[in-house]
């Protein structure tokens, strides 16, 4: 039901766009949101967006990247600019249905199948 694209392979400084289609629900009554799982590592929060527009961030990525949805074309997508090779990793989309608090994986209902993201050095 959510199918991400868009990620590859970028150099340091470089940009890239991923986005997440979410079908087979009422997409504008979820909130959704971006982890990504370095090897090694635990999945951790990247970004949100709510049902109305609010977005939060984790710190490491704010005024880097930025989260946007479209309604019309059930889609999520994640800007991200400035990238860093610490920003290497899978990035998986999620959406919440209850969208009371979208910090942690277990807010989520459903996740996409994830999408890599490399940055060289």
């Known amino acids: 039901q959510l199918q991400a694209s868009g990620g590859g392979l970028v150099q340091a400084g470089g940009s890239l766009r991923p986005s997440c289609e979410f079908a087979g629900r009422t997409f504008s009554n979820y909130a959704m949101g971006w982890f990504r799982q370095a090897p090694g590592k635990e999945r951790e929060f990247v970004a949100a967006?709510?049902?109305?527009?609010?977005?939060y961030y984790v710190r490491s990525v704010k005024d880097r990247f930025t989260i946007s949805r479209d309604n019309a074309g059930d889609t999520v997508n994640l800007q991200m600019s400035s990238l860093k090779p610490e920003d290497t990793a899978v990035y998986y989309c999620a959406a919440s249905r209850s969208g009371t608090t979208l910090l942690k994986a277990s807010d989520y209902d459903y996740w996409g199948q994830g999408t890599q993201v490399t940055v060289s050095s």
């Open positions: 967006i709510s049902w109305t527009g609010n977005t």
